[in-house]
T-cell receptor, first 110, second 113 residues
Framework: SQTIHQWPATLVQPVGSPLSLECTVE??????LYWYRQAAGRGLQLLFY??????ISSEVPQNLSASRPQDRQFILSSKKLLLSDSGFYLC?????????FGQGTRLTVV | KQEVTQIPAALSVPEGENLVLNCSFT??????LQWFRQDPGKGLTSLLL?????REQTSGRLNASLDKSSGRSTLYIAASQPGDSATYLC????????????FGRGTQLTVWP
């Protein structure tokens, strides 16, 4: 069966520090991969999506970036975090109709 | 742009009640609609998926309906239990290839014993 792994589960980082969040999917090939952010009191915001290795589309201009170095690996990065980057980050995948989400990373920028 | 609205934002009911959560969307050209459950601090768990050609889907005590022409979906929970307490999110999918989801802000459900 397919599973999705996200880590770390929680992260506290100072302003200006770099960020790397990783997501991997098992049990499937060539999935569509997504990064969402859920801020307090707001809905889920799509940040990036990828339909294949090296193919990244950005939905919202920001200081975050994403990369897909392998078919089932999706990485969210930042060179310098801002306070406004705090939130709950969720990785998701689809292959066809249904979407599946990871357990999320709670990022607090201090 | 697709906008998804969920009403009510919060709901508190005693155990055993049947309840309905509402979801509306502005663009009826959807591929499918998915209902999720989110427990505090956790990721999203898929509950039900309704394709655009379908009218409803059922799983256990859950039943979701879809009226694409009017831009509405409802999630019906029968005989609610305290374990049903969570935030329920609906999302509509535009297109089949990229599968971008548009989410509502959710309904926070509390079922008290």
């Amino acid at each position: 069966s397919q599973t999705i792994h996200q880590w770390p589960a929680t992260l506290v980082q100072p302003v200006g520090s770099p960020l790397s969040l990783e997501c991997t999917v098992e049990g499937t090939s060539n999935p569509n991969l997504y990064w969402y952010r859920q801020a307090a009191g707001r809905g889920l915001q799509l940040l990036f999506y990828s339909v294949g290795i090296g193919q990244i589309s950005s939905e919202v201009p920001q200081n975050l970036s994403a990369s897909r170095p392998q078919d089932r690996q999706f990485i969210l990065s930042s060179k310098k975090l801002l306070l406004s980057d705090s939130g709950f980050y969720l990785c998701a995948w689809t292959q066809g109709a249904e979407a599946f989400f990871g357990q999320g990373t709670r990022l607090t920028v201090v | 742009k697709q906008e998804v609205t969920q009403i009510p934002a919060a709901l508190s009911v005693p155990e055993g009640e049947n309840l309905v959560l509402n979801c509306s969307f502005t663009d009826s050209a959807i591929y499918n609609l998915q209902w999720f459950r989110q427990d505090p601090g956790k990721g999203l768990t898929s509950l039900l998926l309704i394709q655009s050609s379908q009218r409803e889907q059922t799983s256990g005590r859950l039943n979701a309906s879809l009226d694409k022409s009017s831009g509405r979906s409802t999630l019906y929970i029968a005989a609610s239990q305290p374990g049903d307490s969570a935030t329920y999110l609906c999302a509509v999918k535009r297109g089949s290839t990229l599968g971008r989801l548009y989410f509502g802000r959710g309904t926070q459900l509390t079922v008290w014993p």
